[in-house]
């Protein structure tokens, strides 16, 4: 059964930097078959997407954080990582990680495309 763990998560000021990491285990193919990305939800709000990876190093951002986040991953460590740098009190939330098994790069921010998902890790960016 695949598992994600998220960490890296906790409270900052504006401008700060964070460093997300989610841990895999328990895959049937090997990680690097799998399509990763972060989403995070807000009190009151809908997950959305945050940052993506494909299988072929392909990223993807939501215009919001464009340029102060990036995703990455460590197919050797079976980790996916998110550097979020400027942070900004909109980005506060609950961060998750998300895999699905192959997937087309343009869908790599489509949150119903993906069927494996962590428990979360929260951010909070204090103005």
């Known amino acids: 059964q695949v598992r994600l763990v998220e960490s890296g998560g906790g409270s900052v000021q504006a401008g700060g930097s964070l460093r997300l990491s989610c841990a895999a285990s328990?895959?049937?193919?090997?990680?690097?078959?799998?399509?990763m990305a972060w989403f995070r939800q807000a009190p009151g709000k809908e997950r959305e997407g945050v940052a993506a990876?494909?299988?072929?190093?392909?990223?993807m951002y939501a215009g919001p954080v464009q340029g102060r986040f990036t995703v990455s991953r460590d197919n050797a460590k079976n980790t996916l990582y998110l550097q979020m740098n400027i942070l900004k009190p909109e980005d506060t939330g609950m961060y998750y990680c998300?895999?699905?098994?192959?997937?087309?790069?343009?869908?790599?921010?489509?949150?119903?495309?993906?069927?494996?998902w962590g428990q979360g890790t929260q951010v909070t960016v204090s103005s």
């Open positions: 328990g895959y049937t193919y090997a990680y690097s078959n799998y399509c």
């Open positions: 998300a895999a699905q098994f192959a997937c087309y790069d343009d869908r790599l921010l489509a949150r119903l495309d993906y069927n494996t």
């Open positions: 990876i494909g299988t072929g190093g392909f990223t």
